[in-house]
């Protein structure tokens, strides 16, 4: 009796478990990155209230050390750093959450497409592969010289450069899925392909997409950040890190903070998202730790 | 294995092919005419017709993708409109610098990050893993921009110890260039080297979990034996793989680190190119890039085989 009672008794207590949310935060490092993440997130949301108008020029103030007036200094043009930094955060936070939505979609669409259907397989992966041929900043910057500097089009082109990363990642998944018992029983009962693809395949294929997500919002904020400072990303009248870093290198050497709190805000928010990204991983996808990861992270 | 050989080679072609597409398609990607968007808004209606049949713009789409590719296959990019001279050449001019500042970066983010790596294997769950392991989350989540913005405020601005950007060619003496490049190569080979350091980490690790470090470990090795001779060695391969993908990573982190530091490299070209709207160029480098990269990987994957007798390639 008792060595049926065993099995019974444990499942019970595992369903009575942490929650998932517990579970991520308990390790310190994973944490930490929530609450940087968290912090940014605020600093973004919150700017119109902590921060005054980021284009507001006052000449008279221009390079104006760090103070009780100008926490972050002015720059050369005498705007004030602080607010040109806590709006850059909510562009930075827009630009990482597009592209990951945007992304998504196109991956994912392809992704299942490739996976499921073996005819279209051949073609989509091609086009995916011939993208991928490219180095990320390398394409981003082509895009861009086509399309022309605009928030939109930087969103367009960092899509473009990530979707077939979480295409290659879905379509893994798929192929491994629609293999599974599970999806042969409910294509026996007469379910048509939407809802297989809906209702079974795309659901159990999440979590390696979820962690690829967490990197390619690192990697979109890192990517803007670049392009911005190379000149060829947001026009320079919109407050962006990249944008901040780029003219404040002219005056490195009278007005450092000019580059020291831009640089130090990429820095927390991508060690922050790097953080919670492992955390994420050996979560969601304890399989693939280790090498995969840093192979996703390096691509 | 020569079979093997071959057929990833004839993968190579569509994925050439599309990466010529995609380089193609870039020019008419822009909204309007892309003649009239290249000759800039204060350009004579001459300018505009010139500049469309220098680019054989007036001839149909698919006629025009078609002579692309013809140019393509004989090594032709084209004329830049505003260097005025052939994109070959424009390319070749500048390829130097950034094949150097490459190499340079490879090999500080080498010698940085496989001991860093080791080190943090084999004292693993250690305070030393743990401070590693944080410096290297801290240097992947860097952009090399940035570092190379510190490195000059720190080492040329603070402490007057390198120039503060430029580039001595190779022609006025090699150590003069060396050290127009130090700050540069470290800003790109720190980043990579926390990353080398990451996998080389998790590779060893792996290898440490393997029967045959039990087993020597077992008929009485030390433990400097096991480390250095049995684990490392096996450790490398996948690390060795990593170091190629690097080596085409940094070559696409020169293009931004170049601009930071005024080095007339690929980067510079291509930055300057997308300023003047100069298309052929635009297309010319990121083709190069691309190519190079591509090569690379395939490289990678040639020399997985060397490393690896264990995998069948059939």
Known sequence: MSVIALPQAESARRRAGPHWTVLLVRRKTTLAGAILMALMLLLGILAPLIAGDPAHMDVSGR??????????????????????????????????????ALSFVVGIVCGVVAGYYHRLDNVVMRVMDGLMAFPAIVLAIALMAALGPSVVNVIVAIAVVYSPRVARVVRGSVLVIRETAYVEAARALGASDVILLARHVLPNCMSPVIVQGSFTFAASVLTEAALS????????????????LAEGRLYIQQAPWLVLYPGVAIMLTIFGLNLFGDGLRDLLDPKIRGLATERQRAA | MKTYIARRLLALVPVALVVATVAFVLIHLAPGDPASVIAGPDASAADVQRIERQLGLDAPLPVQLVRWFGRLARG?????????KPVTEAIMDR?????????FAIAISIVIGVPAGVLSARYHNTATDQVLMVIALLGVSIPNFLLGLLFILFFSVWLGWFPVAGYSPLEYGWLKTLRS?????????????????????????DVLREQFITAGRAKGLGEPAVIYKHALKNAMIPTVTIIGISFAILISGAVVVETVFNIPGLGRLIISAVLRRDYPVIQGV????????????????????????????Q
Not at chain 1, 74 to 94: E, I, K, M, Q
Not at chain 2, 288 to 307: K, P, R, T
């Open chain 1, 229 to 244: 400072f190379l000149g060829v990303g947001v026009p320079p009248y919109v407050p962006s890190w990249g944008v901040i």
């Open chain 2, 95 to 103: 390829v130097e610098p950034t094949l150097l500042l490459t190499l």
């Open chain 2, 286 to 313: 990121v083709l190069c890039i691309a190519g190079m990269y591509m090569l690379i990987n395939l490289a990678v994957d040639f020399s997985y085989m060397l490393f690896d007798p264990r995998v069948k390639y």
């Open chain 2, 76 to 84: 032709d990019l084209g004329e830049s409109i505003f260097l005025r």
């Open chain 2, 181 to 205: 490049l130090v700050l540069p190569a470290f800003a790109l080979g720190l980043v990579q080297s926390a990353l080398i350091a990451r996998i080389a980490r998790t590779s060893m690790l």
């Open chain 1, 63 to 100: 390079l104006a050390a760090p103070g009780r007036a100008h926490w972050f200094g002015t720059d050369d043009v005498g705007r004030d750093v602080w607010s040109r930094v806590v709006y850059g955060a909510r562009l930075s936070l827009l630009v990482g959450a597009a592209v990951v």
